[in-house]
């Protein structure tokens, strides 16, 4: 669906015109083979802990979310009126796969799953968000993660 | 997304995404991604599918393993409801709740505010057995007589909003609204005359045949002559989806 030349109205325009970050070169991180690597999902769905902050307008931060946390932990306060909620509101694995990941682990395609996963808001602007992801790839680190998978919404 | 991959590969944390929108994807180059063709707000396709779900996943960590990148990749699979969504032809649903009287026929916004905290009270039973069933609910900040509360008393002049300390209006308005939409979605898909409605068919029912959808319109509507700037903009993006 979600080739621009799909969608209709004003969605393409906003789509299409959306300011993107550019880049010269594309940096590329190397690890080991899938089944020894440490996974962390990184959303940027505008997830939290129920009790948590929600989140603003065009933050650039991040929500921690630690990997113990179940399906009613997790609530969405994304700014976008422009996506679907309705597959999340069923089943939190259509926007945060946290079981997927752990049914990967238990047959060996990965080798294990992080202790803490993060979401950002992706309303923000991407410039904002570098700051914080250069602090968030210290917490990774220290997690012994050498996968990130990054899940839009 | 794609920004994200390039900041933490420069930490040197290696990365792979999904990507929705393939010619954002195409323009950012980061390193690894596998483009899904399914609707935004859903990167692993179909919920409750867990081996659909997989499916999805395993391309994407594969991509780990790539000797060399950028690497963006095509999942081949579409979902049933994508694929419905993008023909004409496509099922449509009938959905089983008819308030009565229809909120199309008010006028007034005291009657219309009325006709939502009615319909809230009729869907409230089924939110709560769901929400009983499923041991969870996304509903984040406010019960929905709270929620319908907050967004009646903006709409009706009726003074300070209660339950949302430490929020401005225009975050408390924002709050509210996403916590009906899925309080009204909950309720739907828990009674026991509800198919399944797939997301076209949930808006198309609450943007056009609910005193809820009518009561945002009328906020949004509102919020436009605000001298609040987070309140206009509230208003202008962030409560009614674009097309309805």
Redesign the interface.
């Known amino acids: 669906?979600?080739?621009?030349s799909?969608l209709?109205e004003?969605?393409y325009s906003?789509?299409?015109e959306?300011p993107?970050?550019?880049?010269d070169t594309?940096?590329?991180?190397?690890?080991p083979?899938?089944s020894k690597?440490r996974?962390a999902i990184?959303s940027?769905a505008g997830l939290h802990r129920?009790q948590d902050r929600?989140f603003?307008?065009m933050d650039g931060d991040y929500r921690i979310i630690a990997g113990s946390s179940r399906?009613?932990d997790l609530?969405?306060?994304h700014?976008?009126?422009?996506?679907?909620?309705?597959?999340?509101?069923?089943?939190?694995?259509?926007?945060f796969?946290l079981?997927?990941?752990h049914?990967?682990a238990e047959e060996g395609?990965?080798g294990s799953v992080a202790d803490y996963h993060y979401s950002?808001m992706?309303a923000a602007d991407?410039?904002s968000?570098?700051s914080h992801?250069?602090n968030?790839?210290?917490l990774?680190?220290g997690d012994q993660?050498?996968?990130?998978?990054?899940?839009?919404? | 997304m794609g920004a994200l991959a390039h900041y933490l590969e420069q930490e040197r944390i290696p990365t792979t995404q999904i990507s929705l929108i393939y010619e954002h994807t195409e323009a950012i180059k980061p390193p690894r991604a596998l483009w899904v063709p399914f609707e935004l707000g859903r990167p692993l396709g179909i919920p409750e599918d867990a081996p659909f779900q997989l499916r999805v996943l395993r391309p994407a960590l594969k991509l780990l393993e790539a000797e060399q990148g950028p690497v963006l990749e095509e999942f081949p699979e579409d979902t049933p409801a994508s694929a419905a969504g993008d023909s004409p032809e496509g099922d449509t649903w009938a959905c089983p709740v008819n308030f009565t009287p229809s909120p199309a026929e008010e006028t007034d916004q005291e009657k219309r505010a009325s006709a939502f905290r009615q319909e809230a009270a009729e869907l409230r039973p089924w939110y709560d057995l769901g929400r009983e069933n499923r041991g969870r609910t996304a509903v984040a900040d406010f019960d929905p007589e709270t929620a319908a509360g907050i967004l009646c008393d903006y709409l009706l002049d009726k003074g300070p909003m209660a339950g949302h300390t430490g929020m401005t209006p225009a975050v408390a308005i924002r709050l509210a609204a996403q916590d009906i939409k899925a309080f009204y979605f909950e309720a739907l898909i828990s009674r026991p005359d509800s198919d399944n409605p797939d997301s076209r068919a949930f808006a198309d029912w609450f943007w056009g045949r609910t005193a809820a959808g009518r009561i945002l319109r009328d906020i949004q509507a509102k919020c436009a002559g605000e001298d609040d700037e987070e309140l206009r903009m509230t208003g202008q993006k962030f409560l009614v989806p674009m097309g309805h």
């Open positions: 669906m979600a080739r621009l799909s209709q004003p969605m906003h789509l299409a959306l993107l970050p550019r880049f594309t940096p590329w991180a190397s690890g083979e899938l690597r996974v990184l940027t129920r929600p603003k307008a399906a009613n609530v969405m306060t700014i976008s009126t422009n996506f679907d909620r309705t597959g999340f509101q069923q089943d939190w694995n259509v926007v796969p079981d997927r990941l049914d990967l395609t990965i950002f992706g991407p410039s968000m570098a992801a250069k968030l790839a210290g990774l680190a993660v050498d996968a990130a998978l990054l899940v839009p919404v």
